[in-house]
């Protein structure tokens, strides 16, 4: 019951609208709120002609942070993960890899730790090869299974180059109302240090449902918000609601 109020309680908070700068993560189908463009500084806009500000979109931390809670595996066994893209519109080519593996878990299965690391780069053409610095990220992960509530809590850190790091951690729950449907809630936390005075912080929050027709084939319909904080710089956020399917083939 006590996670139910909570899990209504956020449903709340996404409810209140604080429209500006709309930049709601990758959705299967989504509606955002209205938005107005606040004084964003430039070191920290998505700007497609800067590569450090570019490979922030696929980040090492990001990365470690879910191999580190992928807890499939036997305890010890290290297990890897890669990845290989191409940009066509920016003549670019990104990759990266990371190796990960569960530390422990409890006799009966509900609890396990687990840890990772990643790294990443990128290379842009043109007339001549242009290198990022390579990103790279730790992260760390603990589950929760209980017999209708999953926990996941998870937290990483990572470099760029020219003295940038970032550091966060997220909290994901899902709460079984039955063996087809389930409400599921969470909330995540970064923080980016430039060089300098300069700092961002990104919160993001999301709630929603999910029903299993079966093992394979699931409908989940949720809300998000996102805030962005960049001290004298102003504030940004968005808020919407998304509707996926998903089928595994």
């Not at 610095?133 to 850190?157: C, E, F, M, Q």
Request: with cysteine.
């Amino acid at each position: 019951m006590a996670l139910l109020l909570c899990l209504v309680a956020a449903c709340l908070t996404l409810g209140a609208a604080a429209p500006h700068t709309s930049q709601p993560p990758p959705r299967a189908w989504s509606l955002d709120s209205p938005s107005e463009v606040p004084p964003v500084p430039s070191f920290a806009r998505d700007d497609r002609d800067e590569p450090l500000v570019r490979e922030r979109r696929q980040t090492a931390g990001l990365n470690a942070e879910s191999l580190a809670l992928r807890h499939d595996s036997p305890v010890g066994e290290p297990f890897h993960d890669t990845h290989l893209s191409v940009d066509e519109g920016t003549n670019s080519l990104h990759y990266g890899g990371g190796v990960g593996a569960v530390l422990g878990k409890s006799p009966d299965g509900r609890h396990s730790l687990g840890t990772a690391v990643y790294g990443q780069q990128s290379v842009f053409g043109g007339d001549t090869l242009s290198f990022t610095p390579p990103n790279l990220g730790i992260g760390a992960g603990y589950r929760y299974n209980g017999a209708r509530t999953s926990v996941a809590l998870g937290a990483h850190r990572q470099t760029f180059g020219g003295g940038v790091t970032e550091q966060g951690g997220s909290l994901n729950l899902e709460h079984r109302l039955n063996d087809r449907d389930s409400l599921f809630g969470g909330i995540s936390r970064s923080n980016t240090k430039f060089p300098g005075p300069f700092a961002r912080t990104d919160t993001d929050m999301n709630l929603g449902y999910r029903h299993n027709f079966n093992d394979r084939t699931s409908l989940s319909i949720g809300g998000h918000r996102r805030t962005s904080d960049f001290g004298k710089f102003g504030r940004a956020a968005s808020h919407g609601f998304n509707i996926g399917f998903r089928h595994r083939f």
